[in-house]
């Protein structure tokens, strides 16, 4: 009896999760019987005391009946659980992922294969419902992933268990799957018996149903990504553009922003609307790793960072500037009025400046006297005079000789550092 289609491991080198139970006793025997090369890996949880040892003795003997490599893991769950506030199950699970992971790149193992069934899956689908799953939730079990793959997936435990009867396989019970402590068992004792009286094929429908749901997803994120490449305008530096009129115009609002933003950590839907619709210029929305702001017409995008201050030590020859930004910078002999500026190149009587010199990015107060002007100028009026976006305001540098700012970097020089006819030493910088 042929369980499931095998073929597309035919190739693969696989990590196999064993706990001597039945799912993954079959799936273990049907990778074996296809002559697909297996390692098994067993975690012994040390819950239920002779009942975890009597397991890993069972898959021992199991793993030298197959003739196949067995890894075998002791934790002490308990103390684990205490010391990271996990409960049982949580910690149970966060251990033996982390250690089949590790065991798949230590012996070489393309995935790691999970004994994973249609009943689970239909087990994962109610819990989510119950929780008020949005659509990722509704799809249950993923078949694979980029490290673990799920054969039995789309096969009923009624498929497993007479695959076990015509191969003439033994396994563990676990005591504690006859328990209605946890909610999978709840369901899987009271709620799917109950499902299958509805329609004697209630499985079978639902796992085409998941098929549809997993077709209407992937139709959704076509059309988002779409949308966003629409909509979402890469600016210089980490900032992304995003018109406000397009997004308005959308139908589904509350679910377009949620695709949109919730990649970003954003998921306050309230929030999104407020900030796209009622929020003024300037006003804006953190996530732990994103910021999100109002400018004008547009939403700017862009990842959280800490901003520094780098100084800058000038010595003799050329010195280059690569973090955050690249600066060359040298000591010039060219003509004393013929230099040739550029907003990128700028040429600065050397013996005007305070060393060493500094990168930063605006403060409060700050000012300085734009070559070609006569007096200061406030800096947040320099930026409201040019059209900065709120963004580019705070990632403008500013080149600075103590606390007098000498140049808007790649903008405007400051008058005071101008070279004149009695200039004697010129500094020559330019940002690449």
């Known amino acids: ?113 999970t004994a994973h069934h249609a009943n689970d899956n239909l087990e994962t689908f109610i819990i989510n419902l119950s929780r008020g799953s949005g659509l990722e939730g509704l799809l249950g079990i993923p078949e694979e992933s980029p490290t673990i793959v799920r054969p039995l997936l789309h096969c009923s435990r009624e498929e497993i268990h007479a695959y076990s009867l015509n191969n003439h396989l033994s396994w563990r019970e676990d005591s504690s799957n006859a328990t209605d402590k946890y909610t999978r068992n709840k369901i899987r004792h009271n709620i799917t018996p109950l499902l299958e009286e509805l329609h004697p094929n209630f499985l079978g429908n639902f796992n085409k149903t998941q098929v549809y749901l997993h077709q209407t997803v992937h139709f959704i994120d076509t059309q988002i990504a779409a949308l966003k490449e629409h909509c979402f305008k890469p600016l210089e530096g980490s900032i992304t553009e995003i018109d406000i009129a397009t997004l308005k115009a959308l139908p589904e609002l509350d679910f377009v922003l949620h695709k949109l933003f919730y990649p970003y950590g954003f998921n306050n839907i309230k929030d999104l609307k407020q900030l796209l619709l009622e929020a003024e210029t300037g006003k804006q929305l953190h ?142 910088i330019h940002k690449a």
Not at 80 to 98: F, S, V
Not at 372 to 382: E, W
Not at 395 to 422: H, N
């Open 287 to 428: 996530s732990r790793t994103h910021r999100l702001l109002k400018n004008r017409n547009h939403l700017l995008l862009e990842a959280q960072k800490q901003l520094s201050d780098v100084e800058i030590l000038i010595e003799e020859g050329v010195t280059h500037i690569t973090t955050p930004i690249e600066l060359h910078i040298e000591h010039t002999t060219e003509a004393r009025l013929s230099p040739t500026p550029s907003p990128d190149t700028i040429f600065i009587d050397a013996d005007k400046l305070t060393y060493p010199l500094t990168l930063r990015h605006r403060r409060e107060g700050d000012f300085f006297y734009p070559e070609g002007m006569h007096g200061k100028k406030k800096l947040s009026k320099y930026f409201k005079d040019e059209k900065y976006a709120q963004f580019e305001k705070e990632q403008q540098w500013l080149l600075c000789s103590g606390e007098a700012i000498v140049w808007v970097v790649g903008k405007r020089l400051d008058g005071r550092v101008s070279i004149t006819s009695a200039t004697e030493h010129i500094l020559k």
């Open 1 to 113: 009896m042929k369980l499931t289609d095998l073929s597309s491991l035919k190739d693969k080198r696989l990590l196999v999760a064993i706990s001597g139970g039945i799912d993954s006793v079959v799936l273990a025997h049907a990778l074996h019987a296809e002559g697909i090369e297996i390692v098994l890996a067993h975690c012994n949880f040390h819950l239920r005391g002779e009942e975890s040892d009597g397991d890993e003795a069972f898959v021992r003997q199991f793993a030298t009946e197959l003739g196949v490599p067995l890894l075998v893991k002791q934790f002490d769950t308990k103390a684990y659980a205490q010391t990271h506030k996990l409960n049982t199950q949580l910690a149970a699970r966060e251990l033996r992922y982390h250690w089949f992971e590790a065991m798949r790149k230590a012996h070489h193992c393309d995935k790691i294969a």
